[in-house]
């Protein structure tokens, strides 16, 4: 058994194995930006950041409207301010957070277990009309 090189052969599956490690470590301090153009909308950044995203555009405003509060107007038709670096929220932690979180992401917050609700039920024998 040649033990010089069983070691170098350790040695490498510690420094292989922790290559992810660091990876993903490093990753979260890198965040993307987005400057704003004259004439951008916040629909027109969603589709140029995120094209193939699978989550509804109204998820991914509500995440850049809480990641960039300083980059809209205060008043109600909230604008976005042209020359506002805009930091792009991480999509895998969007995805994580709605598709893994115990609910439909169409239902709004209102989980009705697939059942019938009580009104449901109550019109079940009603006849109905075209």
């Known amino acids: 058994m040649n033990t010089p090189m069983t070691s170098v052969r350790a040695f490498l599956c510690c420094v292989l194995l922790s290559v992810p490690v660091l990876a993903l470590t490093a990753s979260p301090e890198q965040r993307s930006t ?4 004259s004439g951008d909308t ?3 950044v969603i589709r140029k950041t995120m094209p193939d995203s699978p989550l509804r555009v109204e998820i991914l405003r509500n995440a850049f409207v809480q990641q960039n509060p300083q980059a809209f107007t205060k008043s109600p038709p909230r604008a976005l301010m042209a020359g506002v670096v805009l930091n792009i929220p991480n999509h895998d932690e969007l995805l994580r957070s709605h598709m893994t979180s115990g609910r439909a992401s169409g239902s709004g917050g209102a989980y009705r277990g697939g059942g019938y609700s009580s009104a449901d039920l109550e019109r079940k024998n009603w006849v109905r009309f075209p």
């Open 34 to 37: 987005y400057k704003v153009v």
């Open 42 to 44: 916040l629909d027109k």
